[in-house]
Structure formats: C-alpha cells, structure tokens
C-alpha cells in the first residue's frame, strides 16, 4: 500500500487538474456561447440562400452551368473539418470516421481521392493514410470571410477540372450535449442539399419555426428577367451560394468545439474530485493504520517494561 507521503502527492495533483479542467470548462462555456449567437446569425442568410437555388434550380441557366454539372463519379475531392486543438471528447473522432465511411461507400480509392484539410486534426489523419492533401487551413476560433473564399476557390477549381464531386463533412452543431457529423456534398450544386442543409439549421418548434417555414418557398418560376446577364449573374450567384454552407459549416464546428471541450472539461473535472474523495479515504485509512500501529506498539512496550 502507498504511504502517507506519495497519497498526499497524488491528492495535491488531483487539485491541480480540477483547477486546470475547471478553467478549461469556464473559458469553453463563454467561447461556446459566443460562437452560438454568431451561428445563429449566421443561419437565416443561409436559409435564405438555399430557398433562392431552390427557386432557381429549374431554369435553364443553372442546369447548364459547370458547377451544376452531374458526370459519373471518377475522382472526388472532401473538405474535412476538424479543430486544431484535442481535449473535445469524440469530436474530431466523429467527423474523420463519417468522411472515411462516406470514401469507403463512394467505392474511390486513396489515388483518386483528395482532401482540403481544415484544422490540424484532419490533414494529421488523412495525411498518414496516403491521401492527397490539396490545401490545409488552419481552424481558429474566428471564421473569415478570406478562410470561405479560399476554400470555395479551391473547391471550384478543382471540381471540372479534377474531381468530379465536391463533399464536405463537419459537426453540426445541435445542442449542447450533442453534435452531430454531417456529410453534405457542394458541387454539383443541388437545391435537395441546401434544403438538408436548411433541415439542419432549421429549428424544430417555436414561433420562429414558424416564420422560417413561411420564408423557404419550393415555388420555382419558369422564367426569371436577369440583369446585366444571365451567365453573369449566374456565375456570381452559384459560389456565393456554395459559400453559404462552407459558411454555415465552419461556425456550426466552431459552436460544436467548444460545446464538446466543454462537456468534456466537466466531466474531467468530476473524475478529478471523484479521485480526490478516493484517494482522501485511503489517506485516512492508512493514516489510522499508521496510528493504530503506533498504539499498539507503545503499549506493548509499556506492557513489557511493566512485566520486567
């Protein structure tokens, strides 16, 4: 059994650890917080944007352009988002296993598929299993309108030219306690993924539930009058639409990071005093075996003296 010394030692470091988790929790639950008004906000644009490719998807404009091009699938190209950072519980586990499920469904081999990497826990795993890493981002707290303009860019250019479907996986952010892995696929453009991608964001009871319900309209126009031109408009609409859910993707992995590191903080933080409580309990009883010991050994020197 350990001594008194090395069980205090270990008491004095469970402290520590609950001291360090706790922190960790506090500074996660304001980050979470934050990045859950800014995803919010972020939400009724997206919502918006997708019911406009809903309306548009029928007219001849876009079932022509190249980014709304369906061609049998060859080679495909994955925007895989994590953090940067551990400590989040299966976060990261959770998006990387859904992206391989997803390679391992589409039938592609290693060769024929390529990864833009958002956050360090991505372009790590995907890098040591042979994938081609086209573009690595880092993932910081703060989502930029430069990060989605590069990631859509490269996305664009890769798709015609190299791949032949565009996906991207991410946590969707649903609560607190939950997030979910999601796999929604970019190009070729699709109204039936912005409308799954408006089922994620759209909330499920309440007034506002409501209202969102009456803005997304599937009536889709058979003609629209564009100016300055149809293939102008077009080309500018279409990735700008694609950026909405890049958009949406990376601040709903922003919310779901910090939720998770949260979640997992505190529960770090229970075990720790649970292991204190423990370890407390052992000290004590070592403590009152080290005493017990003590009196016994007095008294039966005192017994001994007394028979001498």
């Known amino acids: 059994m350990a001594g008194l010394k090395q069980i205090k030692t270990k008491i004095v ?62 080679k495909a190209l994955y925007i895989v988002i994590t953090s940067d950072k551990g400590l989040a519980g299966a976060l990261n586990s959770g998006v990387l296993r859904a992206a391989a499920r997803d390679i391992a469904q589409s039938g592609l081999s290693v060769k024929k598929v390529s990864i833009i990497a958002v956050g360090r826990k991505a372009n790590d795993y995907f890098a040591a299993r042979g994938y081609n890493i086209e573009a690595f981002h880092p993932n910081n707290a703060e989502v930029t309108g430069a990060v989605v303009r590069a990631i859509v860019d490269e996305a664009a250019k890769s798709f015609g030219s190299k791949t032949d479907r565009v996906v991207i996986v991410y946590q969707n952010f649903v609560s607190t306690f939950e997030q979910r892995p999601t ?8 109204p ?26 599937n009536d889709k126009p058979a003609a629209y009058t564009v100016e300055p031109s149809e ?28 939720s998770a590191r949260m979640v997992a903080m505190k529960s770090a933080s229970d075990k720790a005093g649970e292991k204190q409580d423990e370890l407390t309990l052992q000290f004590n009883k070592v403590r009152q075996a080290a005493i017990t010991r003590e009196v016994s050994e007095i008294t039966g020197g005192m017994e001994a003296m007394a028979s001498a």
């Open 192 to 217: 039936i993924e912005l409308e799954r991608v408006v089922q994620d964001i759209m909330p499920v009871r309440g007034a506002f539930a409501e209202s969102i319900k009456k803005q997304v309209s």
């Open 13 to 74: 470091a469970m402290k520590k650890s609950q001291t360090v988790t706790k922190a960790m929790e506090a500074v996660s639950a304001a980050k979470m917080r934050k990045a859950q008004q800014t995803a919010l906000k972020g939400r009724a644009y997206a919502r918006a944007a997708a019911a406009t490719l809903s309306r548009l998807s029928g007219t001849r404009e876009i079932l022509r352009h190249p980014l709304s091009a369906v061609r049998p699938i060859k």
């Open 183 to 190: 796999v929604r696929q970019i190009f070729p453009l699709m």
């Open 231 to 258: 293939e102008e408009v077009v080309d500018t609409v279409l990735p700008m639409l694609a950026s909405v859910v890049v958009y949406h993707a990376l601040l709903e992995t922003v919310a779901s990071e910090h």
